[in-house]
């Protein structure tokens, strides 16, 4: 079964930090870009960050730049994002997602979401 | 930026009825526009890629069309399972933006 599973969400105060984590099976992950999703509490989608297959494109939302860094290990079919400084803003469902229709940015494959808490 | 403008934001229909939504972008995206449902509490399910392409396992009363900077997605015969949060997404280049959402509850 194609799955992505996410963790490393949790409550945390502003200034701090988190690293998500998206574990991937059933499709070879090392073949395909990965993105983060975010989605406020009852608010809209928001794309976060794009890594390529190989790792060597590597792009970020204005609002997260400089603050947040994705990565991926395609040893351990894992995907990461590292988040610095963080703000109440920043407070979302986080979604890893796949885009396998051809490097279309077309995300067919989404995890469940972890929820990162930012508050003091 | 690319801005992404759905409209309506809300609709309330019937099972059966014919729904359309659509998507504005603020400048030329070719075809690069994807469509989305969303339930509460569930992730996003792609359902068209590139404008028009149906992902697969999506029903085929689900179709998408244009190009440019107007889009449509249409769901032919609405049914109970369709009720849902709808959006659209362009991929013509980053940042990879949404539209707002457009909610299609029961009437």
């Known amino acids: 079964e194609v799955q992505l599973v996410e963790s490393g969400g949790g409550l945390v105060q502003p200034g701090g930090s988190l690293r998500l984590s998206c574990a991937a099976s059933?499709?070879?992950?090392?073949?395909?870009?990965m993105n983060w999703v975010r989605q406020a509490p009852g608010k809209g989608l928001e794309w976060v960050s794009y890594i390529s297959s190989s790792s060597r494109i590597i792009y970020y939302a204005d609002s997260v730049k400089g603050r947040f860094t994705i990565s991926r290990d395609n040893a351990k079919n894992s995907l990461y994002l590292q988040m610095n400084s963080l703000r109440a803003e920043d407070t979302a469902v986080y979604y890893c997602a796949t885009d396998r229709v051809g490097d279309l940015g077309a995300f067919d494959i989404w995890g469940q979401g972890t929820m990162g808490t930012v508050s003091s | 930026d690319i801005q992404m403008t759905q409209s309506p934001s809300s609709l309330s229909a019937s099972v059966g009825d014919r729904v359309t939504i659509t998507c504005r972008a603020s400048q030329s995206i070719s075809t690069y526009l994807n469509w989305y449902q969303q339930k509460p509490g569930k992730a996003p399910k792609l359902l068209i890629y590139?404008?028009?392409s149906l992902q697969s396992g999506v029903p085929s009363r689900f179709s998408g069309s244009g190009s440019g900077t107007d889009f449509t997605l249409t769901i032919s015969s609405l049914q109970p399972e369709d009720f849902a949060t709808y959006y659209c997404?362009?991929?013509?280049?980053?940042?990879?933006?949404f539209g707002q959402g457009t909610k299609v509850e029961i009437k």
């Open positions: 059933g499709f070879t992950f090392s073949t395909y870009s």
């Open positions: 590139a404008a028009s």
């Open positions: 997404q362009q991929s013509y280049n980053t940042p990879w933006t």
